[in-house]
């Protein structure tokens, strides 16, 4: 009986270790299935996180050669407009140079002759003494009669005749002659002037 019980204790021995160890196969199996599946998930999340970088570093280097080139467009309209700018500046300048008493003086001899009723001239102001000293006498005896020259903080250069009541003006300044004069540039200098 004592070998029975023995062969027993060694068959549940047995059957326990077999058991045992094939639990333990399976738990090991199952840990190593579930290690492959967490793996293949972190790979997986690896290449996405990779993938996400460069298609961010993508976009951003497109978005900074597009802000370079709008950078570059905006630098080159600035230069355009100071250029513009300038060149309009001489040229008013220019105008406003060539304005001196005596071609004012010879504007209004020539409104005078054409003896525009109600209209009044109006120059800067500091040029009427040197206007009516270039006017010829009779045409300064005119003009002081009929009250036609007047000074003007609202006119810094050249002239302007304007009508008493209002309805109308010829603006001669500097500013309107150089408009005039820029379709008599060459086409390079208007192209610059703008």
Do not use: H, W
């Amino acid at each position: 009986m004592e070998q029975q019980i023995q062969d027993l204790v060694a068959s549940i021995k047995k059957e326990g270790i077999e058991e045992a160890k094939k639990q333990s196969a399976e738990i090991l199996a199952s840990a190593k299935a579930e290690a492959e599946e967490i793996i293949k998930k972190a790979k997986a999340e690896g290449d996405k996180i990779i993938q996400d970088a460069k298609n961010s570093a993508k976009l951003e280097a497109e978005s900074a050669k597009a802000q370079i080139v709008q950078a570059g467009r905006d630098v080159t309209l600035s230069l355009k407009q100071s250029v513009e700018a300038l060149f309009n500046k001489i040229l008013v300048e220019d105008c406003k140079k060539a304005m001196d008493a005596s071609l004012l003086a010879q504007l209004i001899t020539q409104a005078v002759n054409a003896d525009l009723n109600g209209v009044t001239a109006e120059i800067p102001e500091g040029l009427k003494d040197d206007v009516v000293k270039a006017l010829s006498s009779e045409v300064a005896k005119l003009v002081k009669q009929k009250d036609f020259l007047k000074e003007s903080k609202g006119v810094l250069s050249g002239i302007k005749l304007s009508s008493n009541d209002g309805s109308g003006y010829i603006d001669m300044s500097a500013s309107e002659c150089a408009l005039l004069v820029k379709p008599y540039l060459s086409e390079r200098l208007r192209e610059l002037i703008g």
